[in-house]
């Protein structure tokens, strides 16, 4: 659900180079004909190399995305479209299928569960997800799994394959092999679960309840109400696979358009519960505590922030105790975060979460950092009050309490 991932290579390959022109050429289109004319070809391309499993697409978003702006969003628009939903035949009919994930945001003091959900509460997650939002035609198979971010598939090709073999299982008749190797979670105060669904209905018919209102409509209002009866039926279920835990269900929809609006909706609630944290295990009050701001991104883009890092430490030591990692989206996102300082007064929505949890001493950095991770965990390093990237460490006295191996 971040941008895509980093290519070194400066060269391009002749196909991604095609790909790269073809979204361009469709960014540029004067009229709805050219338009169609250039998307229909770049969507052959994206399909054979979704297909063929290259890196050229990779290549092609990243390339892009720092070449042409301009054709970013018709890039990954197609992408996304392509690798999350298909047409498929079936004994002579054919099908559209899409590719959902109903995203539930956790926050707690113990350990978020991620895994094997009981057959009896994935049916009936399943039926409640079907008679709040999909039609009467539409057929449903939802994977009996609760997935943390780094468990979903890491790639398009990858999007597509899931999406395939989900779609023709549930056609077909058949139980689709659930994956039991996945990647180990990291735990989290605050974090997102994701449930992972096929939907198919015969070609050209509409998937969704709100697609059948008669006209005049409002689609917002329509899934304002969906999404209050999935919450109503659905949260009994989703608060006994995860005790111990304060959770908010988030509109299924489109996986990539919901792991985005799941990884935006999440942020506040990593600076709340770190706050929290900090201050019941160390037992300081929030005004003890001073935190770091600085903005990370591409060393190949000098000063173009993809992320805010949010370093926590106590006002009377130098350590980095904790760290928050605020992704950054859409075009006024960096503005919106944390504006800068004026008469060493921060401004922004960073701000003003820390400020509403009792933080006041908030210090920005101005320089930009290159994303820099722990070489060991892979965790992301935080700036210490030094400009120094450093590992967030809590005190090797810290008591314990439920799983307290958070980064």
């Keep these: 659900m971040r941008r895509p991932p980093q290519n070194k290579s400066t060269k391009l390959s002749q196909e991604s180079l095609r790909l790269v022109n073809l979204a361009v050429a469709v960014s540029q289109s004067a009229s709805r004909i050219e338009d169609s004319a250039w998307q229909k070809q770049l969507d052959a391309l994206v399909r054979k190399n979704l297909k063929a499993h290259h890196a050229q697409l990779d290549n092609a978003a990243e390339h892009v995305f720092k070449h042409h702006p301009e054709a970013y969003e018709v890039m990954i628009e197609t992408l996304e479209s392509l690798s999350t939903s298909q047409a498929f035949e079936h004994n002579g009919q054919w099908f559209d299928a899409l590719l959902i994930t109903a995203p539930v945001l956790a926050w707690t003091r113990f350990e978020i569960f991620a895994g094997q959900i009981a057959?009896?509460?994935?049916?009936?997650?399943?039926?409640?997800?079907?008679?709040?939002?999909?039609?009467?035609?539409?057929?449903?198979?939802?994977?009996?799994?609760?997935?943390?971010?780094?468990?979903?598939?890491?790639?398009?090709?990858?999007?597509?394959?899931?999406?395939?073999?989900?779609?023709?299982?549930?056609?077909?008749?058949?139980?689709?092999?659930?994956?039991?190797?996945?990647?180990?979670?990291?735990?989290?105060?605050?974090?997102?679960?994701?449930?992972?669904?096929?939907?198919?209905?015969?070609?050209?018919?509409?998937?969704?309840?709100?697609?059948?209102?008669?006209?005049?409509?409002?689609?917002?209002?329509?899934?304002?109400?969906?999404?209050?009866?999935?919450?109503?039926?659905?949260?009994?279920?989703?608060?006994?696979?995860?005790?111990g835990c304060h959770i908010d269900l988030l509109m299924p929809e489109a996986f990539y358009t919901a792991c985005r609006e799941a990884d935006i909706k999440i942020r506040p609630a990593l600076l709340r519960s770190a706050v929290f944290y900090l201050t019941q295990h160390l037992d300081v009050d929030a005004s003890e505590l001073q935190t770091i701001v600085a903005g990370f991104g591409d060393e190949d883009s000098p000063g173009q922030i993809e992320e805010y890092r949010i370093s926590f430490l106590l006002?009377?030591?130098?350590?980095?105790?904790?760290?928050?990692?605020?992704?950054?989206?859409?075009?006024?996102?960096?503005?919106?975060?944390?504006?800068?300082?004026?008469?060493?007064?921060?401004?922004?929505?960073?701000?003003?979460?820390?400020?509403?949890?009792?933080?006041?001493?908030?210090?920005?950095?101005?320089?930009?950092?290159?994303?820099?991770?722990?070489?060991?965990?892979?965790?992301p390093l935080f700036p210490d009050a030094d400009a120094d990237l450093v590992h967030a460490e809590m005190p090797a006295d810290t008591p314990a309490q439920g799983s307290e191996h958070f980064h």
């Design 315 to 379: 006002k009377s030591a130098p350590e980095v105790l904790y760290g928050v990692v605020w992704p950054l989206y859409q075009p006024d996102d960096q503005v919106n975060a944390i504006d800068n300082p004026t008469e060493n007064i921060c401004v922004g929505e960073i701000p003003a979460i820390l400020n509403d949890c009792g933080v006041s001493d908030i210090r920005k950095i101005d320089d930009v950092f290159s994303m820099e991770f722990c070489d060991d965990c892979h965790a």
């Design 119 to 243: 057959t009896d509460h994935a049916q009936l997650l399943a039926t409640q997800l079907q008679a709040c939002l999909l039609t009467s035609q539409a057929r449903l198979h939802l994977l009996p799994t609760l997935y943390s971010l780094d468990q979903l598939p890491r790639n398009h090709s990858e999007t597509a394959v899931l999406l395939e073999r989900l779609a023709q299982a549930e056609l077909k008749g058949l139980t689709p092999q659930h994956s039991q190797d996945l990647m180990p979670v990291i735990p989290f105060l605050a974090d997102i679960r994701f449930m992972l669904a096929v939907v198919i209905v015969p070609q050209a018919q509409p998937l969704f309840q709100w697609q059948e209102i008669a006209a005049p409509f409002d689609c917002a209002q329509a899934k304002t109400v969906a999404l209050e009866k999935w919450t109503e039926q659905a949260t009994p279920t989703l608060s006994r696979l995860l005790p």
